[in-house]
Each structure stands twice: as C-alpha cells, then as structure tokens.
C-alpha cells in the first residue's frame, strides 16, 4: 500500500524559512517521480515542483523558483526546502506520486503559514 506521509509545515514569518519532508513507502521509491502541490485558501491545487526518480532533474512552478529546492534522498524521503518564504505561500502542501494507469497517490497534507 503506498503511503506519503508530510511534516515539516508551520507558521512563520515572511522571508523565514521551512523544510518539507514526505516520507514514501509501499513502493518503488527509486522509480517514480514525486511532486508537490498546494492548496492556498479558497483556491484550487497548484502543482509547486516535481523531481525525477534518480534526482537529476527538477522542475518548478514560476513562482518559486529560485526560493524552493526540491529534493530527495535514499531513506525513501523527499524534502522541499522553502526560503524566502512570502504570505502567498500559505497554503496546505501535499506530496504527490503519481503513477501512469494507476492514478494519483496523495499524503495528508501539512499547513504553511506565512505571516507577519
């Protein structure tokens, strides 16, 4: 059974920082790709960033880039590195698997408030 369980959410302050962690299991961690999206309030889910299963390559939505890293490491965990954090940011993340004829995989979402 795949499961994607997230941590790392918070309240902070514009221009802090925080670190996402989602930790996979249930399969094949070295082969899939796996994202992350967010709901801001009253909003609809924005796809943020996607990594490759081997790590090589990331993408990212415009809006963050330069201020997010995306990565993921051999404990079966993928990490979002947030900095510069602005209040538009707030919003729940959600790490993603998604699997081609499988559908999507979601975990339960961790909540990022940026505020002064």
Do not use: H
């Not at 924005?46 to 993921?72: A, P």
């Not at 081609?100 to 940026?114: E, I, M, P, S």
């Amino acid at each position: 059974e795949v499961q994607l369980v997230e941590s790392g959410g918070g309240l902070v302050q514009p221009g802090e920082s925080l670190r996402l962690s989602c930790a996979a299991s249930g399969f094949t961690f070295s082969s899939y790709a796996m994202s992350w999206v967010r709901q801001a309030p009253g909003k609809g889910l924005e796809w943020v960033s996607t990594i490759n299963g081997g790590g090589s390559s990331t993408t990212y939505v415009d809006s963050v880039k330069d201020r997010f890293t995306l990565s993921r490491d051999n404990a079966r965990t993928v990490y979002l590195q947030m900095s510069s954090l602005k209040p538009e940011d707030t919003a729940v993340y959600y790490c993603n698997l998604r699997v081609v004829l499988r559908g999507d995989y979601w975990g339960q979402g961790t909540q990022v408030t940026v505020t002064s």
